[in-house]
Antibody, heavy 122, light 106 residues
Framework: QVQLVESGGGVVQPGRSLRLSCAASGFTFSNFGMHWVRQAPGKGLDWVAV????????YYADSVKGRFTVSRDNSKNTLYLQMHSLRAEDTAVYFC???????????????WGQGTLVIVSS | DVQMTQSPSSLSAVVGDRVTITCRAS??????VNWYQQKPGKAPNLLIY???GLQSGVPSRFSGSGSGTDFTLTISGLQPEDFAVYYC?????????FGGGTKVEI
């Protein structure tokens, strides 16, 4: 079955960088768009970024544009989120999630990892 | 950008109730709306896709309707395992957006 396992979270000071990884298994990773979605403690879901199956298209939430970069390595079945200039408001659980389709919009998110917690604090 | 306004933010119900949650989009998104359920400490789970499609494995007491700007998630005959938070999501265009969530509690 589909498995998505995030890693790389932790405590980081404001202004610093962090890279999250998402190891995928149980499906043909290179066939599907992939998302990052975050959830601040006690808050709702907040979409962060999406990347197409082949990496040719990527889109970001306005709140992270210019600071976060999504990438993927289809040979390693891994999705990444490079985060720079981190702010207190970036504190959240970050979920890696799989699109139903190759298309990165129009279709739903069908699978989620369990998330990795990022805390931005001095 | 498309904004999703979900209501109510919370509701109280009992087992057996019919529960309705609504979501309004800031512009027409046709039927590109999905609904998710999230239980405490867990990842979300897809319930409904494309406004009214029932995801495989989801009980038939869950249903969705709507098109354009107004959408509804209905739970017909609330069960104990349905107490959770529900989110709508628009997948019409980027930036993708979720509604603020509806907490269904006793």
């Amino acid at each position: 079955q589909v498995q998505l396992v995030e890693s790389g979270g932790g405590v980081v000071q404001p202004g610093r960088s962090l890279r999250l990884s998402c190891a995928a298994s149980g499906f043909t990773f290179s066939n599907f768009g992939m998302h990052w979605v975050r959830q601040a403690p006690g808050k709702g879901l907040d979409w962060v970024a999406v990347m197409s199956n082949d990496g040719s298209n990527k889109y970001y939430a306005d709140s992270v544009k210019g600071r976060f970069t999504v990438s993927r390595d289809n040979s390693k079945n891994t999705l990444y989120l490079q985060m720079h200039s981190l702010r207190a408001e970036d504190t959240a659980v970050y979920f890696c999630a799989k699109s139903r389709d190759t298309s990165i919009i129009r279709g739903p998110i069908v699978s989620w990892g369990q998330g990795t917690l990022v805390i931005v604090s001095s | 950008d498309v904004q999703m306004t979900q209501s109510p933010s919370s509701l109280s119900a009992v087992v057996g109730d019919r529960v309705t949650i609504t979501c309004r989009a800031s512009q027409s998104i046709y039927t590109f709306v999905n609904w998710y359920q999230q239980k405490p400490g867990k990842a979300p789970n897809l319930l409904i896709y494309s406004a009214s499609g029932l995801q495989s494995g989801v009980p038939s007491r869950f249903s969705g309707s709507g098109s354009g700007t107004d959408f509804t998630l209905t739970i017909s005959g609330l069960q104990p395992e349905d107490f959770a938070v529900y989110y709508c999501q628009q997948s019409h265009s980027t930036p993708i957006a979720f509604g603020g969530g509806t907490k269904v509690e006793i």
